[in-house]
């Protein structure tokens, strides 16, 4: 179940950025810090312990939609954003609070796909 | 190989580094020998454009400036009002996000920095996520801040186009801060 709200979350990340950033022409700067926030204010209005790392999976996975059309089509970013998701499930905790470690994983993710594509 | 070339290396060489200390210090921990196939993604390196950004010190000095202000005000949102690092990077990115990149419609070479300026904020805003776990005095900060300048301004023309390239710089700043705060102390 976790990991599926992991995917879920990762998708509507990855996949939300890329389409403001492609279909409504938002700067990515602008579709992945909006989105994240959107996603983060609930999470820090109430408590809902149960899914606190959605925001996280969401913010990460939004620098996966932040990439190119030009390298990335609407289908790589989707099986970008479902990598993501499994690769925070295994990994996260040992990101000991590092900043950037989401980032790192993500542009990781995005070579991945990159070469798989190639 | 020529000159350009071999400048050109410089940026695939950082952000190799970057990605390599990411392998080590995160993914191999978690799980093992199979991080090795965390190698395989560099080879994507070749595919996306690479060109070092010319050496321009206001540059240079703009992006550490827009940074450290990534830094600051993040681990200040997060102390102030208690709240997680999530929120409080994507509230000091959204307010980034609103700078104009023109004045009056004019966008000259020096305007163009401004958008630069935007996303090297944000990078410094990853790195402030850490909240002061990482940083014991106001030194580190500035350190960190200068560091992550460094690596922005060096693959600024470089990886256009690569989502998570600003939290690669921004974990690069911190790993690398950390590091070398290390082996001083080890000295």
Known sequence: MVILITIISSIVGGFGTFLLTTKLNWHALKASTLLSLVVAIPFEIWEIKEYVSIPFVVFGASFIGMSSDKIFNNNLILIASILFGILYTLINSNFNGIGGTLGTTACLTCLTIIVVNR | ?187
């Open chain 2, 1 to 187: 190989m020529n000159q350009e070339s071999r400048t050109n290396i410089i940026p695939l060489l950082v952000l190799g580094s970057i990605h390599i200390l990411f392998l080590l210090y995160i993914i191999t921990p978690a799980i093992g020998w199979l991080s090795v196939l965390g190698l395989i993604p560099i080879i994507g390196y070749k595919h996306l454009p690479i060109k070092i950004n010319k050496l321009n010190i206001s540059e240079i000095g703009l992006d550490v400036f827009s940074f450290s202000l990534g830094i600051l005000f993040t681990i200040w949102i997060i102390i102030k009002f208690d709240t997680s690092p999530v929120f409080a990077s994507a509230l000091i990115g959204s307010l980034a996000s609103f700078i104009p990149n023109t004045v009056l419609g004019i966008k000259t070479k020096r305007i163009q920095n401004i958008s630069h300026a935007k996303l090297a904020i944000y990078a410094g805003s990853f790195a402030g996520m850490t909240g002061l776990k990482y940083f014991p005095d106001i030194l580190s900060l500035i350190i960190t801040a200068i560091i992550g300048g460094v690596i922005y301004n060096l693959l600024r023309n470089s990886f256009t186009g690569l989502g998570g390239k600003l939290g690669s710089i921004g974990f690069g700043a911190i790993i690398l801060y950390s590091l070398s705060a290390t082996l001083l102390t080890i000295w």
